[in-house]
């Protein structure tokens, strides 16, 4: 399981290099035809990490609620997130991810309430949420190369 964590952070260190150069406003549009933007997808990983990790465990999380609540499945932006939480968003996702490395090793996963995600994929245990959560991080990772794509297009020589 060591390597699905290394790999989460590979991923998410790959995105916060992908997104360093864009502005607040850039990482909060929301381009047309979408109904997030960049950040919310940066926040919601956070959220899903610590919601299908340890919430599914009856355990609490490792970063505070006011942090994960905006970004909750079904949830959409509600307003300009500042350079400040972005900032804390952005620390967020490595450091919820060394915790639970280090949680991990430490064992401290005693139970796992089983769940079926709404992708029909069965969770039973947090070696299941794991390699689940490595899904979910490329699915978003997808998303906001996308979302980047439209927010901070490439200048076109000629």
Known sequence: MQSQIE????????LLDLVKDLTVAELNEVPEGFNNNIIWNLGHLVWAQQGICYLRAGM????????????????????????????????ALLSTIDQLEQDYAASIWQQYTA???????ELKSIEDALNFLLYHEGMHAGYIMALKRIVKPALVAG
Not at 115 to 121: D, E, N, Q
Request: no cysteine; proline share 9%; net charge positive.
């Open 60 to 91: 609490e999380p490792k970063v505070d609620a006011s942090l994960l609540t905006p970004f909750r499945s079904g949830t959409k932006p509600e307003g300009l997130i500042d350079e400040p939480a972005i900032a804390v968003i952005k620390q």
């Open 115 to 121: 769940w079926t995600t709404r992708y029909g994929v």
């Open 7 to 14: 790999n989460v952070k590979r991923t998410r260190i790959f």
